[in-house]
């Protein structure tokens, strides 16, 4: 069954530094998505990706966030310059149109 | 309460017990999407339902879906331990957004 995959699973950088999220989609989606889960709260929508650019992004996505999808499969997120508060677990996730979002196993990013 | 609010917040029952949760949400909803999430990993979709439909299943899962009191409940049934896990209700708003709004989750805990 295919399946969103993410990596790394896990990624430990110093404040400042600038880290890069990889998701790899199911192949046949043309939506994609990065969520993001501080410990111990709600799962928050970051962005979604269709047709090469952005159609959406919340409050939480500002100029130090980009996404990008270099590659027919790759679809990654960028953070510039990282913030203590940045440190989460990131989900990618993909989809056809208005239908399931399939979630990776996300990458838990931890910022000292 | 927010949009997605599942209740209750926590549910401890025996194995071969049924299980549900209700969620609760305040805008019009294209879908509603029902996640499984184990401790610090990623989420797994369960099921989705779309705002004309009122009842679907899948294999031990129940959902039903009220849009007029704005509301679904999800059924699991004849749980088993592996069933442990938190669980998540997620719209997506009707009217073009993709983004999925998430609820604070519910903990199930199944005892052997």
């Known amino acids: 069954e295919p399946e969103v995959t993410q990596t790394p699973s896990h990624q430990v950088t110093q404040m400042g530094q600038e880290v890069i999220l990889r998701c790899v989609p199911i192949?046949?989606?043309?939506?994609f998505y990065w969520y993001r889960q501080i410990l111990g709260q709600k799962v928050e929508f970051l962005v979604s990706f269709y047709n090469n650019e952005i159609s959406e992004k919340s409050e939480i996505f500002d100029d130090q966030f980009s996404v990008e999808r270099p590659d027919g499969s790759n679809f990654t997120l960028k953070i510039r310059s990282t913030k203590l508060e940045d440190s989460a677990m990131y989900f990618c996730?993909?989809?056809?149109?208005?239908?399931?979002?399939?979630f990776g196993p996300g990458t838990r990013l931890t910022v000292l | 309460s927010q949009q997605g609010e599942e209740d209750p917040q926590a549910l401890s029952i025996q194995e071969g017990e049924n299980a549900t949760m209700n969620c609760s949400y305040k805008?019009?909803?294209?879908?509603l999407q029902w996640y499984r999430q184990n401790s610090g990993r990623g989420l797994v979709h369960l099921i989705l339902i779309r705002s004309n439909e009122r009842e679907k299943h899948s294999g031990r899962l129940r959902v039903t879906l009220d849009t007029s009191k704005k509301s679904s409940s999800l059924l699991i049934t004849a749980s088993r331990a592996a069933d442990t896990a938190s669980y998540f209700c997620?719209?997506?708003?009707?009217?073009?957004?993709?983004?999925?709004?998430f609820g604070k989750g519910m903990k199930l805990t199944v005892n052997p």
């Open positions: 192949s046949n989606h043309l939506y």
């Open positions: 996730a993909s989809s056809s149109f208005y239908n399931e979002q399939f």
């Open positions: 997620a719209t997506l708003t009707q009217g073009g957004s993709e983004k999925l709004v």
């Open positions: 805008t019009s909803i294209n879908n």
